[in-house]
């Protein structure tokens, strides 16, 4: 029986609109919000994400809340797999991506019998109150198992037609009053889920739970906490303000949050709340300290306003669409993505991807062999001619660690061009779409 | 270079282009007509006499509906009830069909065989050109992000690298090449260029900027060959030595680490070949003229040293030093290369022949190379899958 919050893992985009961007996009004073990239989407956020838990929660059950449709999310884990991250036979359950839902997912997976992975992705949304901005895209992950972060106290739920309209992106009418947000969603509903919460772990009410709640509203992230009978944290409510997302994956980085600053033995309530709600509360482990580390950034590359609205479709671009093969696609793919390659056995020659004779000594004794994913930079060109929506594709050649060569494009937020002698590794990004299919491929990044 | 013919020699005979360039009222029949006539007229036959056929064509249905067999070329030369052959190997497709000729004449399963190289390029707007059709059906995942300028500028990326800047050298060739296609009324450009210009011009990918890079051109060139004992008392360009050698994949050319981005084995290959064949054992001194596949300027200063003009690293100064200019020790591309010329894939090769006969006949007019006996024509098709050369001296 599973018990807590085993591990976790975040993945934040390099690339930054910052504050000037925002601000002429009509956004209040404030940091850079970090965005996906032009060549990044769930499918590659998914697998930089699980690349971070690691290999050792492979084949373990996903629940999985991602915007879009279920196809999407399903191409995504399809990626995962083909790249080696995500077990065949695994089981995957989709969750519709609302901030109720990261509530959802845990509580199920904490009520189960067997190790989870919890997984909140936000990407491509849009500020309710300022349908033009972007909210932070992010992915989160969170091991459901044995109690190292966080242990279960208790769950509760209230379903109320509290008409709070919530959307996942964009406002398609006149928004919810935020008055009657705050009184009737987050004042009376939220603050009974809490005292429930309470009550059925036999805690008092003035126990005062850090309160981790699920954002995508129009009531600012404190005011909010503070009706529902909490206190915002001081580094969640940068976050929530900031840089998170505004549904699952949000929520989601707002527990870390929460989690990083509490005390062993304290008590955290995550609240998700959409015409009524779910919430939880956890008692601190003796490993929470460890998250702060994940939620520190790293150095991002900054992208202007007109690169926001194109790639965001704010402003209409006319993206090249090729027919593809999909019979083609679906042979090499795999392949490709699995950076399968083979190694002569009798000359040691490897070759990607793979061969059924050695080019090198014509050998018909070939081994499978798997692409290292890091290498030193041949050569490189920035080419202005192949057609591309965003900056100029910088083309690679990498000779790569192990032996066997890679040539491909720089992955789109590289900043600076790659240059000869560099140590870089590989990443799975977009690197087209064709017959309205997004094509997956590795790209070249610098090594960290 | 002292030269005889014997029996069983392949002779040329008979070679002719049309012009290059931007060729709207000439459709591929047009051209293939145009060519095939002019070279049977300079071998002093005719169409009747014409008993094979080999068509060079790189890319049919690109740009048209043409190319895709010999057909192309048997239909509007009315050459029915013989074999007409069409050849693709990319940018070498005109070189190999001569090298297929050569080989058929040499089994004696023809007598006087008829070899075109054409192109049709520019009925196509840009957004349906080479680039657009490559980047569209292409590889759905490894062409992605690849051109052919973007190709040659990870070589020029890594020559200067490996052995220093060749920027001056890859103007050298830009400068050398457009002065002789100004000379050449069969060149597609036909105006001289400056360093100003050159180094100025807009950037393609990398190093490559738009005078580095040759443009795509509609053209055709022909050449009639036969067996030397066959081919009477009049003038003849003999095949001394021809091989074509494909030593890397087509997609997958930049993933092989047998390539280090500093020049190409397969020209390497052929090149040792079609000297072995020829008797060239020191290409600089035996070899009194040369076209050369300068699909970009940096091909232009590997491709000198892949042919053994001068050794690795010193093609910046082969053409630096004036060495493959008017008055060197062995004049490069005197047509004005595919850099002035053009470069209808297909015809280039052909062409290329051509010019070269040209110069050993004396009728280069102001680009003629004094004495020139023996030519050498190169073709590097894929780019750098594979590749072609051709050793030709007069009789």
Known sequence: MVLGIEAAAIYRPRTRVGEQTLAALGEPKGIGRRIVSDDEDIGTMLVALLEKL???????????????????????????????????????????????????????????????????????????????????????????????????????????????????????????????????????????????????AGLGADTGPRIALGLGSVVPFARGVRAVGGTPGRLALKLANKAGGDAVGGAAHILLAELSEAEEGSFVAVVGLSYGGDALLLRVGSDAVSVGALLRLKPSVERGLIWYLRTREVIPVEQPDPSTSFAELWRESPGLLGLHGSQCNSCNHISYPRRAICESCRSTDQLAYQLART???????????????????????????????????????????????????????????????????????RSD | MTSTTRDGDIVIIGAASTPFGELFSRGFGDLVMEASTAALADAQLGLGHV??????????????????????????????????????????????????????????????????????????SPRGSLVMQHVERGHPVLSKGRTAPGMFALIAERYRFTYGDPRAAMTGVALKNHAFGAQNARAHFRKPVSVDAVENAPQISGMIGMYDACPTTDGAAAVVLTRAELAGSGKKAVVRGIATSNDLGYFTVYFSDRFDFLGFEATRNAARRAYEEAGITDPLSQIDVAEVHDCFTITEVVNYEDLGFCGPGEGRDFVLTGASGPAGTLPVNTSGGLKACGHPIGATGVRMVVDICDQIWDRADKRQVEAATTGLAHALGGPGSLASVAVVTTA
């Open chain 1, 375 to 445: 290498g030193t930079v041949i050569t490189h060109t920035v080419d202005k001619l192949f057609p591309s929506a965003g900056q100029p594709v910088q083309m690679v050649a990498v000779a790569v660690d192990g032996g066997g060569q890679f040539y491909g494009q720089a992955a789109s937020d590289v900043g600076d061009p790659i240059a000869v002698g560099e140590k870089t590794r590989l990443i799975v990004r977009r690197i087209h779409q064709g017959s309205h299919l997004s094509h997956y491929f590795w790209k070249v990044t």
């Open chain 1, 54 to 200: 690691g290999p050792a929660y492979v084949d373990l059950p996903l629940y999985l809340a991602a915007p879009g449709s279920s196809h999407e999310s399903a191409i995504a884990i399809a990626v995962a797999e083909a790249v080696g991250i995500s077990a065949r036979d695994r089981r995957v359950d989709l969750w519709a991506w609302s901030p109720r839902a990261l509530v959802s997912m845990l509580t199920s997976a904490l009520s189960g019998v067997e190790r989870t992975v919890v997984v909140a992705i936000d990407v491509g949304g849009r500020s309710i109150a300022n349908p033009i901005a972007p909210t932070g895209d992010l992915a989160v992950a969170f091991v459901v198992g044995d109690p190292r972060i966080a242990e279960l106290v208790s769950t509760t739920h209230i379903t109320a037609l509290t008409y709070d309209e919530w959307r996942n992106a964009r406002l398609e009418r006149a928004g919810p009053d935020p008055r009657f947000v705050e009184a009737a969603l987050y004042a009376d509903v939220g603050r009974s889920l809490v005292a429930e919460l309470l009550k059925e």
């Open chain 2, 51 to 124: 008993d094979a056929a080999w068509l060079g064509t790189a890319f049919a249905y690109t740009y048209s509906d043409e190319g895709n067999a010999g057909t192309s070329l048997a239909e509007p030369l009315g050459l029915y009830d013989r074999p007409v052959t069409r050849v693709a190997a990319y940018c070498a497709s005109g070189l190999e069909a001569i090298n297929q000729a050569v080989n058929a004449l040499k089994a004696k399963r023809c007598d006087v065989a008829l070899v075109v190289g054409a192109e049709k390029m520019r009925d196509v």
